[in-house]
């Protein structure tokens, strides 16, 4: 059996911090399994990126270069990414979840009549083969579990491990060549929201979630949807929380109501919608209904600001509940903070 890391590199020539941390957890398995490690690297010139992995114990590391394999394009990734297999031999292959990787992976298992499991969560190793963990059913379930079938290719999420660090030094590389094949796509760019219009951050301490009661009738019988943008936004800034939303919230819009205009359904939280890790998590102006508070399960210590004290938060779902108008206390908050 032998093992490859595959990785390509970014704009600057250097590997992500995602490619590291899948690395890391690969060095780790392929010590457990007794099997030799290889590298495989793309992109225009990945040779400066090998030297900075030299220490990491892998006994070849294969490139693919050129121009054409600079760009995240399926044609000319999926075809790397095969060749590098078939060179190296592999009968594992692990690369990072990224988006890049997840589009090309099952691919790549066709053409080689392999397998491929993405969203891997952890790898284990027994009786010298690899068993990896998953989640199923929007991470209600996770299986353990290993295949027969060769070879076996792996997208693994980030944060498993720490991104590898050790000495760089001169890796020993070679070049496996690759006409680039027909590419029609070609990548004018990226687009992307300025960092601060982004209002999803996976690696935030802390999630703050809010509710469709930011845009309900307050005591005073206003809507105050202006207010509540600012308040909101205002936090945002100054803790530099992840986002994230009730279902009845991101819903509103299509309802034709009055709404948070930064709030789409990526950030909704719950059965239909996603399961952030943070380690704390503050909710406002929202019930805790179970299909939202499902979403909750990895947030470490959950509190909640809700006008009722009856609500699915104070029925045991909230670690701490403030009863009290969220308006009233993020303002307070932002005060505070500012
Ligand atoms: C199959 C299915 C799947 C679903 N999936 C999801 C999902 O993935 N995610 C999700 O979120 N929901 C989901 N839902 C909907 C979920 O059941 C709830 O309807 C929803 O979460 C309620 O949203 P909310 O708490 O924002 O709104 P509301 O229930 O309207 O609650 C608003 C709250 O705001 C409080 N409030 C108002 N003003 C203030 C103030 N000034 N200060 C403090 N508190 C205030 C009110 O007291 C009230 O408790 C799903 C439902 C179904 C049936």
Same mark, same amino acid.
């Given at each position: 059996?032998?093992?490859?890391?595959? %990785?390509?590199?970014?704009?600057?020539?250097?590997?992500?911090?995602?490619?590291?941390?899948?690395?890391?957890?690969?060095?780790?398995?392929?010590?457990?399994?007794?099997?030799?490690l290889?590298? =495989?690297?793309?992109? #225009?010139?990945?040779?400066? !990126?090998?030297?900075?992995?030299?220490?990491?114990?892998?006994?070849?590391?294969l490139?693919?270069?050129?121009?054409?394999?600079?760009?995240?394009?399926?044609?000319t990734?999926a075809? %790397?990414?095969?060749?590098?297999?078939?060179a190296?031999?592999?009968?594992? $292959?692990?690369?990072?979840?990224?988006? @890049?990787?997840?589009?090309?992976?099952?691919?790549?298992?066709h @053409?080689?009549?392999?397998?491929?499991?993405?969203?891997?969560?952890?790898?284990?190793? %027994?009786?010298? +083969?690899?068993?990896?963990? @998953?989640? /199923?059913?929007r991470?209600?379930?996770?299986?353990?579990?290993?295949?027969?079938? &060769?070879?076996?290719? *792996?997208?693994?999420?980030g944060?498993?491990?720490?991104?590898?660090?050790g000495?760089a030094?001169?890796?020993?590389?070679?070049?496996?060549?690759?006409?680039?094949?027909?590419?029609?796509?070609?990548?004018?760019?990226?687009?992307?929201?300025?960092?601060?219009?982004?209002?999803?951050?996976?690696?935030?301490?802390?999630?703050? $979630?809010?509710?469709?009661?930011?845009?309900?009738?307050?005591?005073?019988?206003?809507?105050? $949807?202006?207010?509540? #943008? #600012?308040l909101?936004?205002?936090?945002?800034?100054l803790?530099?929380?992840?986002?994230?939303?009730?279902?009845?919230?991101?819903?509103?819009? =299509?309802?034709?109501?009055?709404?948070?205009?930064?709030?789409?359904?990526?950030? +909704?939280?719950?059965?239909?919608?996603?399961?952030? @890790?943070?380690?704390?998590g503050?909710?406002?102006?929202?019930?805790?209904?179970?299909?939202?508070?499902?979403?909750?399960?990895?947030?470490?210590? &959950? &509190?909640?600001?809700? *006008?009722?004290?009856?609500?699915?938060?104070? &029925?045991?779902?909230?670690?701490?509940?403030?009863?009290?108008? !969220? /308006? !009233?206390?993020?303002?307070?908050?932002?005060?505070?903070l500012?």
């Amino acid at each position: 059996m032998s093992t490859l890391f595959l %990785a390509h590199t970014e704009a600057d020539g250097t590997l992500a911090k995602s490619a590291l941390e899948a690395l890391a957890a690969t060095v780790q398995l392929a010590g457990a399994l007794g099997t030799p490690l290889s590298v =495989g690297l793309i992109g #225009e010139a990945p040779g400066a !990126a090998a030297d900075t992995i030299a220490g990491c114990g892998a006994s070849r590391f294969l490139t693919i270069s050129g121009a054409a394999f600079a760009q995240g394009r399926y044609a000319t990734d999926a075809a %790397a990414a095969e060749a590098l297999c078939r060179a190296a031999a592999a009968t594992l $292959v692990t690369v990072a979840a990224t988006s @890049r990787w997840n589009r090309v992976l099952p691919g790549v298992a066709h @053409r080689l009549g392999g397998r491929a499991d993405t969203h891997v969560t952890g790898l284990d190793a %027994a009786n010298g +083969q690899p068993i990896i963990s @998953r989640w /199923f059913y929007r991470q209600r379930m996770e299986a353990v579990f290993s295949r027969s079938t &060769r070879p076996w290719l *792996l997208a693994l999420e980030g944060g498993m491990v720490p991104a590898w660090q050790g000495a760089a030094g001169t890796a020993t590389v070679e070049a496996v060549a690759l006409t680039p094949p027909l590419a029609r796509t070609q990548v004018v760019g990226f687009e992307a929201p300025a960092a601060d219009q982004q209002t999803i951050r996976p690696d935030a301490e802390l999630l703050f $979630v809010t509710g469709a009661g930011w845009t309900k009738k307050q005591a005073d019988g206003q809507v105050k $949807v202006a207010a509540a #943008e #600012e308040l909101i936004l205002d936090f945002l800034r100054l803790s530099r929380a992840s986002l994230g939303s009730t279902k009845s919230l991101v819903d509103l819009g =299509g309802e034709g109501q009055d709404i948070l205009p930064f709030l789409s359904h990526l950030n +909704q939280v719950g059965q239909t919608g996603s399961t952030p @890790r943070h380690a704390k998590g503050l909710a406002t102006c929202c019930h805790g209904e179970e299909p939202h508070t499902v979403g909750w399960r990895f947030i470490g210590e &959950r &509190r909640a600001i809700s *006008l009722d004290s009856n609500c699915g938060w104070a &029925r045991g779902k909230a670690d701490v509940l403030y009863v009290a108008d !969220a /308006f !009233a206390v993020m303002a307070k908050v932002n005060e505070l903070l500012a």
